[in-house]
């Protein structure tokens, strides 16, 4: 099996060879087949254990255990113990779950401090297997079905080749030691059942499975290239840029069949897997809403608008003092005194300095917002002003209003002024503002 890693890793990870590498060990045979790999072919390797506190005692004989086999080796180990039931319940989550969100985390920190380039996990042959079933039981699209990648991120997994069968013989030939987990032998767990019920029996009828899988993996992952590249195009065509909006034309939509199967692909990308839920925004009323944990879809009038989920930590108004020449954030003003009224147009105004009263503050629309339109009789109340102007609900959301220390309505940047501040025969003193449209 060395041969067959070496010229494995020569071939398509021959970087790994003159790099500094981590390997994420739970002292169990395939990432103690993997050190040994590593640690024969002289990589730069250090060895990461995660103690998840799970199985008593055992938890912690099993970092004993890696630490002692590291100190033979000669190689750094490094370990960190989490309070993964803790975890699980502040996060709502199943305890698997809880484990893969703690070390990941932890890798990630440990890649900053340990400076490491490549961190390595021994997921297998066997282990594709399984993950295929799984995603398939779970009626996964393609993507699901073309298994482990053995790059992500920088993350490699180098024994996706090698068999569990393989990694066992070489155990035995080189008289490397393990540690059993015993939870492996429980099947509580969905990847326990089929490793110890379904897949034997399929190993049992046709001998060849994993070399089955491997040809049926690549005919899948070939067939996904194909589609992916199918979508990226039909996006390019579809998806229109509006500022930090993407707005897709439902009409185009709509010629899409099988529907549902383009609506996935179109929108997976965004956090939307549901396509019943994306069928049904394209036909709702306008103004109904999709969130996944990233994105946020919106149904207006004829198009649906993606826009990303930015958490606001900025406050709700911002204050405007009276000598203050000119604004930076949430958007861009200069304000300044001047003799007379030259260009007036959306983006600049010109009010009597003598009305406003101090300090001015920007601010977003709330339910009740009236004005008095500049150039109209009577006011006006900022929904219907916003309903006249075909604004779309996050249109809406991001406009910026500039008032008064009273609250009342000076400007709708960059679209209307007020009548109550306009410039008259009585003005004194006049101040222009100008919005610097970013």
Not at 17 to 28: D, F, M, Q
Not at 119 to 128: G, I, P, Q, S
Not at 198 to 217: A, D, V, Y
Not at 346 to 352: E, F, L, R
Request: hydrophobic share 35%.
């Amino acid at each position: 099996m060395l041969d067959s890693f070496k010229t494995h890793i020569t071939k398509h990870f021959p970087y790994l060879l003159t790099s500094k590498v981590a390997i994420a060990s739970s002292g169990g045979i395939d990432s103690m087949v993997l050190t040994y790999l590593c640690h024969q072919l002289q990589i730069n390797i250090e060895v990461l254990h995660c103690n998840f506190q799970l199985r008593g005692a055992a938890s912690n004989e099993d970092e004993i255990f890696l630490q002692q086999q590291t100190e033979m080796l000669k190689i750094p180990f490094y370990s960190v113990l989490f309070d993964t039931d803790d975890y699980a319940k502040k996060h709502k989550v199943s305890t698997q779950i809880a484990a893969r969100e703690l070390r990941y985390q932890w890798f990630k920190a440990q890649k900053k401090i340990l400076s490491f380039e490549y961190l390595l996990t021994a997921h297998h042959a066997d282990d594709n297997l399984e993950t295929f079933l799984i995603n398939f039981s779970r009626g996964t699209g393609i993507d699901g079905l073309t298994g482990i990648p053995e790059i992500n991120d920088f993350i490699i997994r180098p024994l996706l080749p090698f068999s569990r069968d393989d990694i066992f013989q070489y155990a035995l030939q080189q008289n490397i030691k393990w540690r059993e987990d015993s939870s492996n032998a429980e099947t509580k767990y969905l990847r326990n059942k089929l490793r110890h019920d379904l897949i034997p029996k399929l190993k049992e009828i046709n001998p060849g499975i994993l070399k089955s899988f491997e040809n049926t993996k690549n005919h899948l992952k070939g067939a996904s290239e194909i589609l992916n590249n199918h979508i990226d195009i039909l996006r390019l065509d579809v998806f229109n840029k509006r500022g930090d909006e993407i707005v897709v034309p439902i009409s185009a939509l709509e010629k899409l069949l099988p529907k549902e199967t383009y609506l996935y692909y179109l929108f997976k990308d965004y956090g939307f897997k549901e396509p019943s839920d994306l069928v049904s925004i394209t036909e709702s009323q306008s103004g109904k809403q999709l969130f996944s944990d990233t994105h946020r879809l919106i149904k207006n009038r004829d198009e649906i608008i993606i826009t990303p989920l930015i958490d606001n930590i900025n406050p709700s108004h911002f204050f405007i003092n009276k000598e203050q020449a000119s604004v930076v954030a949430p958007i861009k003003l200069s304000i300044d005194l001047v003799g007379r009224i030259k260009e007036e147009d959306q983006h600049t105004i010109y009010v009597d300095r003598e009305k406003l009263k101090f300090p001015l503050k920007l601010r977003k629309w709330e339910n009740g917002d009236y004005f008095y339109p500049f150039g109209m009789e009577g006011k006006k109340k900022l929904s219907k002003f916003f309903k006249d102007e075909k604004y779309s609900l996050i249109s809406k959301e991001n406009q910026w209003l500039l008032c008064d220390s009273e609250n009342t309505i000076i400007w709708v940047v960059g679209k209307r002024a007020d009548n109550r501040f306009k410039v008259t025969e009585r003005t004194e003193t006049i101040l222009k503002i100008h919005f610097i449209d970013a």
